[in-house]
């Protein structure tokens, strides 16, 4: 079984910085890509950032320049820091971690349960 617990939500003001953790947990021989996504009220998840394995990064176009996002593959912990927040940042952010048990399986794609950003104007 296989856990993702995000820390690092809260409120800040328009300008200020946050930072997102999200460590994974448990039966784990191999993750690949990790990343965070956001919904907004009444909207799907959209992606925000991913990291693969190899170090390859792709990021929403809304959050380059302001968001950086990097891992510790010791750690199994993905982090997401972001600079000049705006009130259109406020959202949940989920992370998420394709990962497999053994090297004989093929990856599932687990969620964390979720943290929210409020960036007040």
């Known amino acids: 079984q296989v856990r993702l617990v995000e820390s690092g939500g809260g409120l800040v003001q328009a300008g200020g910085s946050l930072r997102l953790s999200c460590a994974a947990s448990?039966?784990?021989?191999?993750?690949?890509?990790m990343g965070w996504y956001r919904q907004f009220p009444g909207k799907q998840r959209e992606l925000v950032a991913a990291?693969?394995?190899?170090?390859?990064?792709n990021y929403a176009d809304s959050v380059k320049g302001r968001f950086t996002i990097s891992r510790d593959n010791a750690k199994n912990t993905v982090y997401l820091q972001m600079n000049s927040l705006k009130p259109e940042d406020t959202a949940v952010y989920y992370c998420?971690?394709?990962?497999?048990?053994?090297?004989?399986?093929?990856?599932?794609?687990?969620w964390g349960q979720g943290t929210q950003v409020t960036v007040s104007s």
């Open positions: 990291v693969t394995s190899g170090g390859s990064i």
């Open positions: 448990g039966s784990i021989f191999h993750i690949n890509a």
């Open positions: 998420t971690a394709d990962i497999t048990p053994s090297s004989s399986r093929g990856y599932d794609r687990y």
